[in-house]
């Protein structure tokens, strides 16, 4: 079982920057391979970015490529979310997620959710 918190969410102007946090706890923890996905009111859930299961790779959303670098403390458990440059297409609900097997960007390769954390980004 691992469990996942998600922080750092909060309400910026377009043009700012916020960094995410998620802290993965559990036996297994570090076994897996964290991504963040979002989730925009009247939307489907979307990728936002993930590691490798090595987490020598990253991957990226187009619509956040550039903008948004993901990185993690092994030490800590914890992946980090840096967005700069936020639009307001980028508000949403944020959520980490644990995998273990399967594409970095599909929903259904991730097997643990956090609860998700706001950003909201006015104009």
């Known amino acids: 079982q691992v469990q996942l918190v998600e922080s750092g969410g909060g309400l910026v102007q377009a043009g700012d920057s916020l960094r995410l946090s998620c802290a993965a706890s559990?036996?297994?923890?570090?076994?897996?391979?964290m991504g963040w996905f979002r989730q925009a009111p009247g939307k489907e859930r979307e990728f936002v970015s993930a590691?490798?299961?090595?987490?020598?790779?990253?991957f990226y959303a187009d619509s956040v490529k550039g903008r948004f670098t993901i990185s993690k403390d092994s030490a800590k458990s914890t992946v980090y979310l840096q967005m700069d440059s936020l639009k307001p297409e980028d508000t949403a609900v944020y959520f980490c997620?644990?995998?273990?097997?399967?594409?970095?960007?599909?929903?259904?390769?991730?097997?643990?959710w956090g609860q998700g954390t706001q950003v909201t980004v006015s104009s």
């Open positions: 997620a644990a995998r273990r097997s399967g594409g970095a960007a599909f929903q259904q390769s991730y097997d643990y």
């Open positions: 559990g036996r297994a923890a570090s076994t897996y391979a």
């Open positions: 590691f490798s299961f090595s987490g020598t790779n990253t």
